[in-house]
């Protein structure tokens, strides 16, 4: 089996086998990280731009009488940070690594998993170790045959102290697949004042725990978060969350620098309907080119719905408090013009090893009632006698972590 027998845009068995032979071997991540350093200005802007003004990202001076004793980035600031890490690749290993298996392929996001270990504060620096670790070939309505791809990003701080754990899932099909099938009708209606309203004042009702401890004593299962929304989704909201998140896909840059990128990878900028090559990227506000890949407008990202959820945690559990782990499942899109509310529940609370943790359930609803994206996640909280404890990665490295990766992968099956 050869990459000659791949074809660009299609889902080979050629391509599944090469994609598998990259397991457990580290890759270069293809871009420069939008921050290179954690800044008062960079978490600021990342935080407004998923509509979030809390002070322990936003107000270095509000910060230093937190317990962290400094401003800390918000959860899924990793998004934006992270040195290439990966060893330079030996010939074997370029050629192994060289192209996308799935070039030309529709990428969907699936699931997302988070752990957290410490935080990335005011001055941090990052490295980031990424490597695949599974592809699962599936049959699915949405797509016909798809291939669930894998990979884990792990950071680590300037000092080598590994930070967080993120596991990914991105389901790849073929595009003229997803054109065929039937398109999905499900797109906002115009809003009445009414129902703005109703928007409006879940905004106005918002509140921070802040400062203000939640002791676990005091959690009790059943328990509801405060619901949050997020929308009407605007193509602004798209533009004003890539100020604070980067380009992720595409290299950053425009005009000339963009050319340079475009001569490399063309794949990455199909024409529009102008001619003129533009990224890939652009179904999420441009619906002409959603709707040429079969859907009726554009959507947001994934990641945006995450960090959404990390916004509703982050204000219940207040300064003292950590979110360690998150699990996202995204099973439908979310348009332009459609609102999404926040929810989520106690579920359990226990004591683990000296951690008082609490798990929660969480999801995504829009509009329409229809749960777009369900969520589990554990917290940890203070008690009336002890401060929260940071949990322990599971090894003392990013090499380490790759290892007990492994491992658990080839126990699972």
Not at 106 to 125: C, H, I, K, N, T
Not at 234 to 241: L, N, Q, R
Not at 343 to 349: A, F, H, I, L, R
Request: glycine letters at 8%; charged letters at 25%.
């Amino acid at each position: 089996m050869t990459e000659t027998a791949e074809r660009f845009g299609v889902l080979t068995d050629e391509a599944i086998d090469r994609s598998r032979r990259r397991i457990g071997i580290p890759q270069p991540l293809p871009n420069p990280p939008h921050n290179y350093e954690v800044t008062w200005d960079a978490t600021r802007h990342f935080a407004f731009g998923y509509g979030d003004d809390n002070p322990l990202y936003c107000d270095p001076e509000y910060a230093r009488s937190t317990r962290w004793g400094s401003l800390i980035a918000p959860p899924t600031f990793l998004y934006t940070m992270g040195e290439d890490a990966a060893p330079k690749p030996d010939p074997e290993t370029k050629a192994l690594l060289k192209g996308d298996p799935f070039a030309g392929l529709g990428s969907y996001q699936a699931v997302m998993e988070f752990e957290f270990w410490r935080p990335f504060v005011l001055g941090d620096r990052a490295k980031c170790l990424r490597t695949q670790v599974g592809v699962v070939p599936k049959d699915s309505q949405f797509g016909k045959r798809t291939a669930h791809v894998t990979h884990d990003f792990i950071f680590a701080n300037q000092h080598g102290e590994p930070v967080c754990l993120q596991r990914g899932t991105w389901i790849n099909a073929e595009r003229h697949t997803t054109r065929e099938r039937k398109k999905e009708q499900e797109v906002a209606e115009p809003y009445t004042p009414e129902q703005l309203a109703e928007i409006d004042a879940l905004y106005a009702a918002e509140t921070r725990r802040g400062a203000e401890v939640r002791y676990w004593e005091d959690v009790v299962v059943g328990e509801e978060l405060q619901k949050k929304a997020k929308g009407p989704l605007t193509t602004t909201d798209v533009v004003v969350w890539h100020a604070g998140w980067g380009m992720q896909l595409t290299p950053p840059g425009a005009f000339k620098i963009a050319a340079r990128v475009r001569a490399k990878a063309p794949g990455l900028y199909p024409a529009n309907g102008l001619n003129v090559p533009d990224t890939v990227q652009r179904l999420h506000w441009e619906p002409a080119r959603a709707q040429e890949l079969g859907l009726p407008t554009s959507y947001d990202y994934g990641a945006m719905r995450e960090t959404w959820l990390t916004h509703l945690l982050t204000d219940w559990i207040g300064d003292d408090g950590w979110l360690w782990k998150l699990s996202v499942q995204h099973r439908r899109f979310n348009f332009v013009g459609d609102t999404t509310f926040l929810t989520g529940e106690v579920v359990d609370k226990r004591q683990v090893d000296g951690r008082h943790e609490v798990e929660i359930a969480l999801r995504c609803t829009n509009q329409r009632g229809v749960v777009t994206s369900p969520a589990t996640a554990i917290v940890l909280l203070p008690t009336r006698s002890a401060p929260v404890t940071l949990p322990t990665p599971p090894a003392d490295s990013l090499d380490g972590i790759v290892q007990v990766e492994m491992a658990r992968i080839a126990a699972s099956g």
